[in-house]
């Protein structure tokens, strides 16, 4: 039993690892193609944006973080992702 909780944290670990950084490359990325029209691009918006997207709708119905030029849905997506790997890490 021990045996497979270490898999499915080790695993889920992996997935938040790899999330984070596509997180990261959309970012940096976003500097480089702010219109998103490449490749690559379309495959990190495909990756990352489902995650955001509640995120976003949320802040968006409850008129939360309008006029502000940082992407805050962003940011609290990557916040979140870290908080539930720091949290499987402990368990």
């Given at each position: 039993?021990?045996?497979?909780?270490?898999?499915?944290?080790?695993?889920?670990?992996?997935?938040?690892?790899?999330?984070?950084?596509?997180?990261?490359?959309?970012?940096?990325?976003?500097?480089?193609?702010?219109?998103?029209?490449?490749?690559?691009?379309?495959?990190?918006l495909?990756?990352?944006?489902?995650l955001?997207?509640?995120?976003?709708?949320?802040?968006?119905?409850?008129h939360?973080?309008?006029?502000?030029?940082?992407?805050?849905?962003?940011?609290?997506?990557?916040?979140?992702?870290?908080?539930?790997?720091?949290?499987?890490?402990?368990?």
């Amino acid at each position: 039993m021990d045996t497979l909780l270490y898999a499915l944290q080790y695993t889920v670990t992996v997935i938040i690892d790899v999330l984070l950084a596509a997180m990261f490359v959309r970012a940096i990325l976003s500097w480089f193609d702010p219109m998103r029209e490449g490749r690559f691009s379309i495959i990190l918006l495909t990756i990352t944006e489902p995650l955001i997207f509640p995120i976003r709708a949320l802040c968006a119905k409850m008129h939360w973080f309008e006029n502000i030029p940082i992407d805050i849905p962003f940011l609290l997506t990557v916040l979140l992702l870290s908080l539930v790997q720091t949290l499987v890490a402990v368990l």
